[in-house]
T-cell receptor
Framework: EAQVTQNPRYLITVTGKKLTVTCSQNMNHEYMSWYRQDPGLGLRQIYYSMNVEVTDKGDVPEGYKVSRKEKRNFPLILESPSPNQTSLYFC??????????????FGPGTRLTVL | TQLLEQSPQFLSIQEGENLTVYCNSSSVFSSLQWYRQEPGEGPVLLVTVVTGGEVKKLKRLTFQFGDARKDSSLHITAAQPGDTGLYLCAGARSSGNTGKLIFGQGTTLQVKP
């Protein structure tokens, strides 16, 4: 089944404890992206990757890191999480990025709480 | 600053009513998408519009892209309880192929039987 998977689905952690949220897609998609969703703000893009070894900042990259060492995986790293990073996180992928084609396939989401 | 403004943010209607959701911006977009999200799940693409003035229909849903490619609307005819969910518009800026996708803040629709 073609899908985007994220792990963990739920995570409660404490301030400053490094964590990684994994994202994997099995559709051979070139483009991958991370978003956070907060009430009243819609989805905001954190980082995106046009292809392997190519990553760039979205609108809210502060406090996050990503890497794209292989096509299928795009982990999101929080080196020192803070309470303002409590949010619902979505990973998404797209076959490729084009101005007229960029359908995003979303994972199921990771709900992160930082105490 | 929200580059894509959606309105209304909340909508509660009775089954059978019609409704329109708007997505507005002062920026030009090369394409605009509409997604629907149900609780506990990720958004799912409904449609992509690319050409200014384009109209696309998906059963009871009609999507329109503004002539200047700065705004879009979603019209639902004879809404049903199964239409309940969060509707999101998302746009790719036309200036530079940056890979950035901008989302509106969403419209929560509740259709009561």
């Amino acid at each position: 089944e073609a899908q985007v998977t994220q792990n963990p689905r739920y995570l409660i952690t404490v301030t400053g404890k490094k964590l990684t949220v994994t994202c994997s897609q099995n559709m051979n998609h070139e483009y991958m992206s991370w978003y956070r969703q907060d009430p009243g703000l819609g989805l905001r893009q954190i980082y995106y990757s046009m292809n392997v070894e190519v990553t760039d900042k979205g609108d809210v990259p502060e406090g996050y890191k990503v890497s794209r060492k292989e096509k299928r995986n795009f982990p999101l790293i929080l080196e020192s999480p803070s309470p303002n990073q409590t949010s619902l996180y979505f990973c998404a992928s797209s076959l490729f990025w084009g101005l007229s084609y960029n359908e995003q396939f979303f994972g199921p989401g990771t709900r992160l709480t930082v105490l | 600053t929200q580059l894509l403004e959606q309105s209304p943010q909340f909508l509660s209607i009775q089954e059978g009513e019609n409704l329109t959701v708007y997505c507005n911006s002062s920026s030009v977009f090369s394409s605009l998408q509409w997604y629907r999200q149900e609780p506990g799940e990720g958004p799912v693409l409904l449609v992509t519009v690319v050409t200014g003035g384009e109209v696309k229909k998906l059963k009871r849903l009609t999507f329109q892209f503004g002539d200047a490619r700065k705004d879009s609307s979603l019209h639902i005819t004879a809404a049903q309880p199964g239409d309940t969910g969060l509707y999101l518009c998302a746009g790719a800026r036309s200036s530079g192929n940056t890979g950035k996708l901008i989302f509106g803040q969403g419209t929560t629709l509740q259709v009561k039987p």
